[in-house]
């Protein structure tokens, strides 16, 4: 899995720089979460304590992702257009969230105007853009900083290259990306699971 230099101050930066606006960087943006209809890519997700987890992920718009960890994590987290589905294999539990109350709805709405939530925060790594996503009206919601670089064959001529997601509760989680791949095949059937809660007996 390759691992971009630039990606290492991301996740202390974007959470601390100060927020400024540059109407021409969020509108590239949007372009770019617009016209990315599918993308599948290997990631790294470290948590606030530094626990690291590798996996891969898949997106379909509309409002469909996966994150599918790698062997020896009991984990699934998939979310179907409208819920985010934490799935525990380990003591067969499930928990569901709305997508609309999480940090991932910016990636997973598209439609949503940035220029009225999102502002380019700085970066002190070179070629990088972040930009730190928080609805004023739902703060309980969290917030989202998102880093790109350049890419001439990417939509708006940028990469998405990871995240910082901070929940309401503080908690931090960030994502880093490698191998990205844009707008390939898939298929609906990625975003099935398999429901480990006991089955109810009948009468």
Do not use: C
């Amino acid at each position: 899995m390759r691992f971009r230099p630039a990606l290492a101050a991301f996740a202390s930066l974007a959470l601390t720089a100060p927020a400024v606006a540059q109407p021409n960087v969020i509108a590239k943006v949007q372009q770019h979460l617009r016209g990315v209809q599918t993308m599948t890519a290997d990631f790294v997700q470290t948590d606030r304590k530094g626990k690291a987890l590798t996996g891969k992920v898949t997106l379909k718009q509309p409002g469909k992702i996966r994150f599918q960890y790698g062997d020896g994590v009991p984990i699934l987290i998939v979310g179907d257009g409208r819920v985010l589905h934490f799935i525990d294999y380990q003591v067969r539990q499930v928990s569901k969230y709305p997508i609309g109350g999480s940090p991932l709805d910016i990636l997973l709405n598209p439609k949503r105007d940035l220029s009225r939530i999102a502002r380019v925060v700085p970066s002190a790594a070179p070629g990088v853009i972040t930009i730190l996503a928080r609805d004023p009206q739902r703060p309980q919601f969290g917030s989202i900083t998102l880093a790109f670089t350049e890419n001439a064959s990417a939509p708006g001529g940028i990469m998405l290259e990871g995240w910082v997601a901070l929940d309401a509760q503080n908690n931090r989680t960030t994502v880093r990306l490698s191998n990205q791949r844009l707008n390939g095949p898939v298929a609906d059937t990625v975003f099935l699971w398999d429901d480990p809660r006991p089955k109810k007996k009948a009468g």
